[in-house]
């Protein structure tokens, strides 16, 4: 069982910065691939990044956020993070943490613990 908690979000002007925290419960925190979500009013849940289990830590950007945000993750402290550069208005969504075993379910939106989710709102 694992419990994810999210952070972070607010009120930020267009062009600002907001880092994102998902603090998780468990002994097995560095099992698990990481991901981070987002859905605006009226639309679909849309995959923002992962960041793989291994030490490696490997990442995956959706093209709307590609070198603007940057995800990663403190096993130590059970803990991954959404850095938000550059921030835009159509960046404003609640955004979720998720986690799971095994990548794929992350990749297809379909996995198995998620948070409460934080809202962020990018104002023009």
């Known amino acids: 069982q694992v419990q994810l908690v999210e952070s972070g979000g607010g009120l930020v002007q267009a062009g600002g910065s907001l880092r994102l925290s998902c603090a998780a419960s468990g002994r097995t925190f560095s099992s698990y691939h990481m991901g981070w979500f987002r859905q605006a009013p009226g639309k679909e849940r849309e995959l923002v990044a992962t960041?793989?289990?291994?030490?490696?830590?490997?990442?995956y950007y959706a093209g709307s956020v590609k070198g603007r945000f940057t995800i990663s993750r403190d096993n130590a402290k059970n803990t991954v993070y959404l850095q938000m550069n550059s921030l835009k208005p159509e960046d404003t969504a609640i955004y979720s943490c998720?986690?799971?075993?095994?990548?794929?379910?992350?990749?297809?939106?379909?996995?198995?613990?998620w948070g409460q989710g934080t809202q962020v709102t990018v104002s023009s």
């Open positions: 960041i793989s289990s291994s030490s490696a830590g490997n990442t």
């Open positions: 998720s986690a799971d075993l095994q990548l794929k379910p992350l990749l297809l939106k379909e996995s198995h613990y």
